[in-house]
């Protein structure tokens, strides 16, 4: 195993203390239990938003804490879901009154370790709701999940819910956004290398020089299965097919489209899955309004990509456009 | 190789169309000959800025093609310079009336063919300057190289100048700001893997499993030489006591810092370098004020990173907190 760390048992420590170092006007990271707050939460009369997860999947979710997206987010150890008490610890800091939403990804310790959380703190009085993301299309249920895994959604889900908690809609609004976003998203990944989680010390699976994993999870978790490494070109028609036909998208439908990297795939890339995307979306009559290309919700060291598409609605756009400034994603601002 | 490409002959071409596709509001691509360039190109009155060399390294530099940064960029086939046709197109391209800056890492061929573009455009009464970049204290020479390479510092120089040119400095205060922000960095990088050139098929170099090349340059090329894998504190020891003892940087300094990724190496590893440094620097009295983590300048899917640090002048500041809209860098719009 070769990493840039001094322990396995320190990754997410010393990590959210140099993400800490580095951000000091936007963050303020907490540590037991460990959560990271928007510099100024809570913002009084705002819905708060607190996502998290487990670690390893970097800019997710911490990056996105910040004017314009997440109000917190609770970091658990590396592909272990964080426990209650960060839940709870980090949705009291950030309630400003109008109550909190969680976003939580589709994974059974995320949700049920969500749910205990968001329990202790109804028990105090703090007006609480959550949406769980399950947008991935390549499974219906995984090593760590019960129906769909929840993945490249969440950014954009914590994009727009932001935006619309920056705006002022109330807790049952946001909520219900963020319910149609999970309802109009579709995402699939694909690996060409797998992970290797610091503590394990050795790759999460074996996989041959000449294969790829479709529909991989995150975590590495399987996918659809193996097969021998593809053109890009062919890469994406698999994984496009599948996401436009799942929902389906139609002809004429208005997108936001999202080219993510796995954590060791190189820009250039991500470029031509993006061309190949931009090309198949074209040919579909489906539009995309606009669009991420890049590292926004990792699997560590793994080398591959997924692919995201929302088919949004008319004030989407303008929640998209909104200012925003985390750590991994900023404009306007 | 396991890539996600179609053909290594296409790769430069089709991820450039890629880009083209999904930042249809900042750039246009061009090619035959080949630069990406400022949709709003040229700026009447504003000295425009052009930076290039051979992809593999995104988003530099097409990535930082936009308001506040560079006018146009020139990509080479990967790992190879860009031709002067190509220097001479963007030239002319950005030329606002007010001349063009190139800004030049230092490698042979680049700067021999940014010298012949330079002299085409003055041929047709341009008015050119080139400042070269040579950061990295690794080496004195290198594979490509007389004299030091020109590595990370590169990406601050053109953010720096860009807003410079941007708030009206005319071409010889751009020019000299440029120099004497090479004068004031200093970089170094590591590696732990090698990287693999798309048309090569095979890794760049061999490096065992228990093994990093320190002082490695972006290419690949050899640095100061082999040893086995250190934690991250010992290679951010390593890497900033050549950095500081080389300007110096002294006590009371204020610097700009970057922790790069070379491509395959995930953010929350990045961040514990981050963390490193910052506590070096503050051991050392040296005060950044601020800084970048993430992955700017590449080498394809190499493991590593590398660390710049920029002393900076009173107003320089200013020039990095100026709005900047590229797909690789953005703030403030």
């Known amino acids: 195993m070769k990493k840039l760390i001094n322990s396995p048992q320190d990754v997410v420590a010393e990590s959210l203390a140099g993400f800490a170092a580095a951000h000091t006007d936007l963050v303020r990271v907490h540590t037991n239990p460990n959560y990271i707050v928007r510099a100024d939460a809570p913002v009084a009369g705002k819905v708060g938003i607190v996502s998290g997860g487990g670690s390893g999947h970097e800019p997710l979710h911490g990056g996105f804490v910040g004017r314009g997206m997440l109000d917190a987010a609770c970091p658990g150890e590396i592909f272990t879901s964080p426990t209650p008490d960060q839940m709870q610890a980090a949705t009291q800091a950030v309630d400003g009154g109008a109550g909190v939403l969680h976003i939580v990804k589709n994974y059974t310790g995320d949700v049920m370790n969500f749910e205990m959380g968001a329990e202790l703190c109804e028990a105090e009085g703090l007006d609480v709701q959550a949406v769980v993301i399950d947008d991935d299309v390549a499974v219906k249920d995984s090593l760590y999940t019960a129906g769909r895994r929840g993945v490249g959604l969440t950014v954009l889900a914590e994009k727009l819910c932001g935006a619309a908690a920056e705006r002022g809609d109330d807790l049952s609004q946001v909520a219900a956004l963020c319910r149609r976003i999970d309802r109009q998203g579709r995402s699939m990944g694909m690996a060409l290398t797998s992970c290797t989680v ?116 008319p004030d989407w756009l303008d929640l998209w456009d909104a200012p925003v400034h985390t750590a991994g994603l900023r404009w306007g601002v």
Chains 1, 2 share one sequence.
Not at 242 to 253: A, H, K, V, Y
Not at 266 to 278: D, G, K, T
């Open 198 to 313: 610091p503590a394990a010390g050795r790759p999460t699976f074996d996989i041959a020089d000449a294969d790829m994993e479709i529909g991989i999870g995150i975590h590495g978790e399987p996918g659809r299965g193996r097969l021998a490494v593809k053109s890009a070109h062919e890469v994406v028609e698999m994984m496009a097919a599948e996401i436009i036909s799942d929902l389906p998208f139609n002809r004429g439908d208005r997108v936001i489209a999202m080219v993510n990297g796995m954590g060791a795939t190189p820009l250039i890339e991500l470029y031509i899955v993006y061309n190949e995307l931009a090309r198949r979306c074209h040919s579909e009559g489906i539009h995309i309004e606009r669009q991420l290309v890049g590292n926004y919700i990792t699997s560590l060291d793994m080398a591959g990509c997924s692919i995201t598409l929302l088919k949004i609605e």
